[in-house]
Nanobody
Framework: QVQLVESGGGLVQPGDSLRLSCAAS????????MAWYRQAPGKQRELVAT???????LYADSVQGRFTISRNNAQNTAWLQMSRLSVTDTDVYYC???????????????????WGQGTQVTVSS
């Protein structure tokens, strides 16, 4: 059974940094795309960043230049380094992964086969 487990969320102040981790277990192959989404209560889930197994990345405009996604294919682990956090970054952050790779980085949510339970990130002074 494949599981994605996120960690690293918490309460930070505006301007702080935070690093989220996503570890996949129960698989014996390299995942295709790994991504971070976020969702606030009552709002639609939105893509934050995605990375292919080849290292190609895509970021939401709102986090470009502040967040960095990375991964280790051998460990099927992904990270989201977040810096210069603002209150608008407060959300539940979800890790997602696809079994296969796709030519485009812009995947619909339906292409992601596995989802984590989410980790809360709260930015508040």
């Amino acid at each position: 059974q494949v599981q994605l487990v996120e960690s690293g969320g918490g309460l930070v102040q505006p301007g702080d940094s935070l690093r989220l981790s996503c570890a996949a277990s129960g698989i014996s192959f390299t995942l295709g795309h790994m991504a971070w989404y976020r969702q606030a209560p009552g709002k639609q889930r939105e893509l934050v960043a995605t990375i292919s197994s080849g290292g190609n990345t895509l970021y939401a405009d709102s986090v470009q230049g502040r967040f960095t996604i990375s991964r280790n294919n051998a460990q099927n682990t992904a990270w989201l380094q977040m810096s210069r956090l603002s209150v608008t970054d407060t959300d539940v952050y979800y890790c997602a992964a696809s079994r296969r790779s796709y030519p485009s980085q812009r995947l619909s949510e339906s292409k992601y086969d596995y989802w984590g339970q989410g980790t809360q990130v709260t930015v508040s002074s």
